[in-house]
Nanobody, 127 residues
Framework: QVQLVESGGGLARPGGSLRLSCAAS????????IGWFRQAPGKEREGVSC????????EYADSVKGRFTISRDNAKNTVYLQMNNLKPGDTAVYYC????????????????????WGKGTLVTVSS
């Protein structure tokens, strides 16, 4: 059974940092494009950052460029999202998704090509 489990969410103050992890079981992430998505209350889910399976292509939403960094450790079957300089507008439930060989642009910009989803982890940025 395939599982993606997000962790690392919580409460952070504006300007603070959090690191999210997405640990996979039942699949080998080497073959999957991985994306981080978020959904704030009353808003649609949006792509935050995606990383390709093989060639290291990475994409970020404009709202997080320069603040968030996505990385993957295939040996640990885990993908990370380092979030720095957090803002209240970053408050949302963060999900990771995996799509086999999905082009990064398709996953992050169009939210398509995701074969598996995690259940999400809540990030709250507040003073």
């Amino acid at each position: 059974q395939v599982q993606l489990v997000e962790s690392g969410g919580g409460l952070a103050r504006p300007g603070g940092s959090l690191r999210l992890s997405c640990a996979a079981s039942g699949i080998t992430l080497d073959y999957f494009t991985i994306g981080w998505f978020r959904q704030a209350p009353g808003k649609e889910r949006e792509g935050v950052s995606c990383i390709s399976s093989a060639d290291g292509v990475i994409e970020y939403a404009d709202s997080v460029k320069g603040r968030f960094t996505i990385s993957r450790d295939n040996a640990k079957n885990t993908v990370y999202l380092q979030m720095n300089n957090l803002k209240p507008g970053d408050t949302a439930v963060y999900y990771c998704g995996a799509g086999m060989f999905t082009p990064v642009q398709n996953m992050c910009r169009r939210n398509v090509g995701v074969d598996y989803w995690g259940k999400g982890t809540l990030v709250t940025v507040s003073s």
